[in-house]
């Protein structure tokens, strides 16, 4: 069996490393190995990504690695389909698997459809219903090109139900539950993230905001800033790393924090996966709008709350892990004093091994 994965973005290849690590696992033990070939297509440029990142999260390098990361998203979408057809014409992969919600997702899914060549969709029937967020198209349309479909939650699995789909869709847990036990420990023994920033566990708050509906929109971004300048304190600071995205509207608007409450923030460049791990790890609460990161504050059993208006991850709202804030002032700051109380653990995310029953399941 060869399958193509295609990735274009850090979070999809957190989650190729933990299924590839799977695959190397079954062709170990197996006869009949599965060939896998990775396809990156360029959609986010992260400095991050290096030579090292690769080699500590042990993710195969890319077969092919293309620069589609510019431009509008269907001028994106375009040249990545176009790539990626040459790959999958030259060398005939019996599936194409790809991953969550980006231009590079449906880019890949909707060339494979158009191919004749199965889609497997890992993370498989989210959904925020809001069709503003380009991700929820791009993950909607792969859900209907798929041939199988993974799902980390039950309510991935109803969502699909309701749209008609039921064939090839099995919940398998949460591949992103897998990588977080997987490397969590890696990431105690090797980052130093708190010593460089002088931070004590607990005693700080993590903030990431990168939202277009956030970001491109002044009177969200100046009302999220305002409350993050209500709670930071010298002795329970902020960090917030920049996206380049928000630290240009920061500038644009002129929405930095006062030289008096400097010492209260730490504006940082993004960090590596393994850094980022230990901020959340040991962040007293986290405030995002990032889907990945809600979950992520789950997994290291954080509290989160929630900058945007709705969630995919509804399981963390119901249990108390998280909260939904939006963007107001006084909505964030009655997040932070709720103190509402988590309700135990979200068995629906899996015992850490979805990645193996997903590959259990396409060898049989």
Not at 4 to 13: M, S
Not at 256 to 264: A, D, G, V, W, Y
Request: aromatic share 8%; net charge negative.
């Amino acid at each position: 069996m060869k399958i193509i994965t295609i990735v274009g973005a850090r979070p999809q290849f957190i989650k190729a490393a933990i299924v590839s690590r799977a695959i190397t696992n079954h062709n170990r033990n197996n006869n009949k190995p599965i060939e896998e070939l990775i396809l990156h297509t360029g959609q986010h440029f992260d400095d991050n990504m290096n030579a090292i990142f690769f080699e500590k999260l042990e993710i195969p390098r890319p077969e092919w690695h293309f620069d589609c990361g510019r431009g509008t998203h269907a001028g994106m979408t375009a040249r990545m389909m176009v790539e990626i057809e040459k790959v999958l014409e030259e060398n005939h992969p019996d599936y194409v698997l790809v991953y969550g919600d980006t231009n590079s997702t449906l880019a890949g899914a909707l060339v494979a459809a158009k191919l004749h060549i199965p889609v497997i969709h890992i993370e498989a029937g989210l959904r925020s219903f809001n069709r503003q967020m380009p991700e929820e198209i791009n993950r909607v349309l792969t859900d209907h090109l798929s041939e199988f479909l993974f799902c980390p939650t039950n309510a991935a699995v109803q969502n699909l139900k309701q749209e008609g789909i039921t064939k090839g869709v099995v919940h398998t847990g949460d591949v992103m539950y897998d990588a977080a036990l997987t490397f969590g420990g890696i990431a105690e023994k090797t980052s130093s993230i708190l010593a460089a920033l002088q931070l004590a566990s607990k005693q700080f708050y993590l903030c990431t905001v990168h939202r277009a509906e956030n970001t491109d929109r002044p009177e969200r971004l100046s009302q999220i800033m305002q409350a993050l300048n209500e709670i930071a304190r010298p002795e329970c600071p902020v960090v917030l790393p920049l996206h380049p995205r928000t630290k240009k509207q920061l500038h644009t608007w002129q929405l930095f924090t006062s030289n008096e409450t400097e010492k209260s923030f730490r504006f940082i460049e993004p960090v590596g996966y393994l850094d980022m791990i230990m901020l959340e790890k040991h962040a007293k609460t986290i405030l995002t709008d990032s889907g990945g990161i809600q979950k992520e504050a789950y997994f290291h059993r954080t509290p989160c709350i929630t900058l945007r208006d709705e969630t995919e991850w509804v399981e963390t709202i119901t249990t108390g892990w998280n909260q939904l804030a939006g963007y107001r002032f006084e909505n964030i700051l009655d997040c932070l004093v709720n103190n509402v109380q988590p309700t135990g653990f979200i068995e629906e995310y899996g015992d850490g091994h979805a990645a193996d029953k997903i590959i259990q399941i396409l060898h049989s």
